[in-house]
């Protein structure tokens, strides 16, 4: 079968390669990949940016139908439509494991990045990993649970209150999908992008922001004083990985509010930590997610609540990988998902 993977270190070092079909395994499931989302941690990879095993099949959103079940499995059958955690390995012994924190697990290999992932027709995965996709989420739809979680997991981290006014800053996918869940908290949505953002920022609107706004911090501070009375927003969440992003975020948050970090920078940029003392901010950052939010995604997503399908902008077969991910790094669009071929 064909995979895109990361063939060695350093920046690019990507192409096609043909790999056999994984075998089973006890404990394990295989699962057909009908859809797999192109996620920032795949352009970081393909950069350079992000640690990863080479030579590894890359993609660890994914969605599709199992077709092989190994001995001992008993959480699904063949002919199951699901999703997955991104999680292949954790050693399950030390102090994060124990605490119910496998994200932060120093031994974990990721699908993707450790492992083969989802660019491929079909992968390998632990039972424990699945999950059922709700009957009226299709398998393109699925496969953006796994961003989904992620946002889940920020604000389990940094906690949104009823009421409360939360700047979302950056309108990709995650900003978009994080927008989503701050709405279905309570909280007045605020989504923060720049004038090359227009039809993101509508995107934002259509899934229930009540406020966009086109301009970075200074623009951004007068709309949210006047919402605030001055005081400026209870939480922010930056969701762009951009330093600029970064900047606006710690400006629009008030005193004692919360900062919460989802994007990734991919590389070192400046923080003026002194505005966390002279503001007494809560910061939090948060990787990846937790089983708990797994469950909560999906019931958000079976209810409706939350909606993947509209930020696919395009579908793929993995033979077009590089234009997938140059569409990524220009920004035109939203959500790429790739399909075998």
Same mark, same amino acid.
């Given at each position: 079968?064909?995979?895109?993977?990361?063939?060695?270190?350093?920046?690019?070092?990507?192409?096609?390669?043909?790999?056999?079909?994984?075998?089973?395994?006890?404990?394990?499931?295989?699962?057909?990949?009908?859809?797999?989302?192109?996620?920032?941690?795949?352009?970081?990879?393909? !950069?350079?940016?992000?640690?990863?095993?080479?030579?590894?099949?890359?993609?660890?959103?994914?969605?599709?139908?199992?077709?092989?079940?190994?001995?001992?499995?008993?959480?699904?059958?063949?002919?199951?439509?699901?999703?997955?955690?991104?999680?292949?390995?954790?050693?399950?012994?030390?102090?994060?494991?124990?605490?119910?924190?496998?994200?932060?697990?120093?031994?974990?290999?990721?699908?993707?990045?450790?492992?083969?992932?989802?660019?491929?027709?079909?992968?390998?995965?632990?039972?424990?990993?699945?999950?059922?996709?709700?009957?009226?989420?299709?398998?393109?739809?699925?496969?953006?649970?796994?961003?989904?979680?992620?946002?889940?997991?920020?604000?389990?981290?940094?906690?949104?209150?009823?009421?409360?006014?939360?700047?979302? /800053?950056?309108?990709?996918?995650?900003?978009?999908?994080?927008?989503?869940?701050?709405?279905?908290?309570?909280?007045?949505?605020?989504?923060?992008?720049?004038?090359?953002?227009?039809?993101?920022?509508?995107?934002?609107?259509?899934?229930?922001?009540?406020?966009?706004?086109?301009?970075?911090?200074?623009?951004?501070?007068?709309?949210?004083?006047?919402?605030?009375?001055?005081?400026?927003?209870?939480?922010?969440?930056?969701?762009?990985?951009?330093?600029?992003?970064?900047?606006?975020?710690?400006?629009?948050?008030?005193?004692?509010?919360?900062?919460?970090?989802?994007?990734?920078?991919?590389?070192?940029?400046?923080?003026?930590?002194?505005?966390?003392?002279?503001?007494?901010?809560?910061? !939090?950052?948060?990787?990846?997610?937790?089983?708990?939010?797994?469950?909560?995604?999906?019931?958000?997503?079976?209810?409706?609540?939350?909606?993947?399908?509209?930020?696919? /902008?395009?579908?793929?077969?993995?033979?077009?990988?590089?234009?997938?991910?140059?569409?990524?790094?220009?920004?035109?669009?939203?959500?790429?998902?790739?399909?075998?071929?």
């Amino acid at each position: 079968m064909k995979g895109v993977a990361k063939l060695a270190p350093g920046d690019g070092n990507v192409g096609l390669i043909d790999v056999p079909v994984p075998e089973i395994r006890p404990g394990h499931v295989i699962i057909e990949v009908k859809a797999a989302g192109v996620c920032g941690t795949d352009i970081h990879i393909y !950069h350079g940016e992000y640690a990863s095993n080479p030579p590894v099949i890359m993609g660890h959103e994914v969605a599709g139908i199992v077709t092989e079940i190994g001995e001992g499995v008993t959480n699904c059958k063949v002919g199951d439509r699901v999703t997955c955690e991104t999680y292949f390995y954790v050693c399950g012994q030390c102090q994060f494991c124990r605490s119910g924190l496998p994200n932060l697990c120093p031994h974990r290999k990721s699908i993707g990045s450790g492992v083969h992932g989802g660019f491929t027709r079909y992968v390998l995965v632990p039972d424990h990993n699945i999950h059922h996709l709700p009957a009226n989420v299709d398998e393109v739809a699925g496969a953006l649970s796994e961003p989904l979680t992620c946002c889940v997991h920020a604000l389990e981290r940094t906690r949104v209150e009823p009421g409360e006014i939360v700047v979302v /800053s950056g309108p990709g996918a995650i900003g978009l999908l994080m927008a989503q869940v701050v709405k279905v908290a309570g909280a007045t949505t605020v989504v923060l992008g720049t004038t090359a953002d227009a039809a993101r920022l509508a995107m934002a609107k259509e899934l229930g922001a009540d406020l966009t706004i086109d301009g970075m911090t200074e623009d951004a501070k007068a709309l949210i004083d006047e919402r605030t009375g001055g005081v400026g927003a209870d939480v922010v969440f930056e969701c762009a990985g951009a330093a600029r992003s970064a900047r606006s975020c710690r400006v629009l948050v008030r005193r004692r509010g919360r900062y919460g970090q989802v994007g990734l920078f991919g590389r070192q940029i400046e923080w003026d930590l002194d505005l966390v003392c002279y503001k007494e901010l809560d910061v !939090h950052g948060s990787f990846a997610h937790l089983p708990s939010a797994w469950r909560k995604a999906l019931n958000l997503l079976g209810s409706g609540q939350v909606q993947t399908r509209p930020l696919v /902008s395009a579908i793929l077969p993995i033979t077009e990988w590089h234009a997938a991910f140059d569409t990524f790094e220009r920004r035109d669009g939203l959500k790429i998902v790739l399909t075998p071929v």
